[in-house]
């Protein structure tokens, strides 16, 4: 009864398949068990089906590409920020390495009233400064600057300073950073500046 019953479906099966197209036909002979559309349908259905799978691929590696390309932008942009993140830190120390060194700068390349007449040894192209930075940012000539608030006068009578005027000695640093992926253009401007008391303001006081 069992095997009777399994030959009638088989056989209409058959029958449903030779009166389709030729592409029902080979469907109705693919192993059991494997992938494909179901055995019933028309031809329109079963190619339905296949154009379904085929654009289903395709969306999968389009969706694939742009992930990577979401995950290499990403990337390039942490280690980009992260060198410049560096490179303003190593400028900032070198900045207030100047800042410091001009305000504590003894009387040989100072006036007698305290005004900074030499700081080549902070702004030069091997001062203090251009050293520290070396060859992680471009300063170019005149870009490191050495100013006094207020400025002290060239000769006597000295200023005499009190608690409310105390000078100060300011140290700028400018130039640009080369970008490494080009996420940011050709190049970044920076600027920084640091302030130190002026401990050797000379005999104003």
């Known amino acids: 009864m069992m095997e009777r019953g399994l030959r009638n479906h088989l056989s209409a099966v058959w029958v449903r398949c030779r009166g389709s197209s030729t592409v029902a036909k080979c469907d109705c002979r693919m192993r059991p068990g494997s992938a494909g559309p179901p055995l019933r349908g028309s031809p329109i259905q079963q190619a339905g089906w296949d154009t379904h799978r085929t654009n289903q691929r395709g969306q999968s590696l389009a969706e694939m590409g742009l992930v990577v390309v979401i995950c ?5 942009g942490i280690v ?4 410049v993140f560096m490179a303003l830190n190593l400028i900032t120390q070198a900045t207030s ?9 003894q009387m040989g390349s100072r006036s007698l009233c305290g005004k900074i007449t030499d700081d080549s040894a902070i702004t030069g192209p ?7 930075i070396g060859s992680i940012a471009t ?6 600057t050495v100013t006094q608030n207020p400025t002290p006068n060239a000769a006597t009578p000295c200023q005499t300073f009190s608690g ?6 300011i140290v700028t640093t400018t130039g640009t950073i080369p970008d490494v992926f080009g996420l940011f253009g050709s190049t970044i401007s920076f600027t920084r500046t640091v302030t130190f008391r002026d401990e050797a303001r000379g005999l104003g006081g």
Do not use: H, K
């Open 72 to 76: 290499v932008l990403l990337t390039l």
């Open 80 to 83: 980009e920020f992260g060198y």
């Open 97 to 105: 390495a100047g800042a410091r060194a001009a305000s504590v700068l």
């Open 126 to 132: 091997t001062g203090i400064v251009r050293s520290q």
């Open 139 to 144: 300063v170019p000539s005149g870009g490191v």
């Open 164 to 169: 409310s005027n105390i000078p100060n000695v």
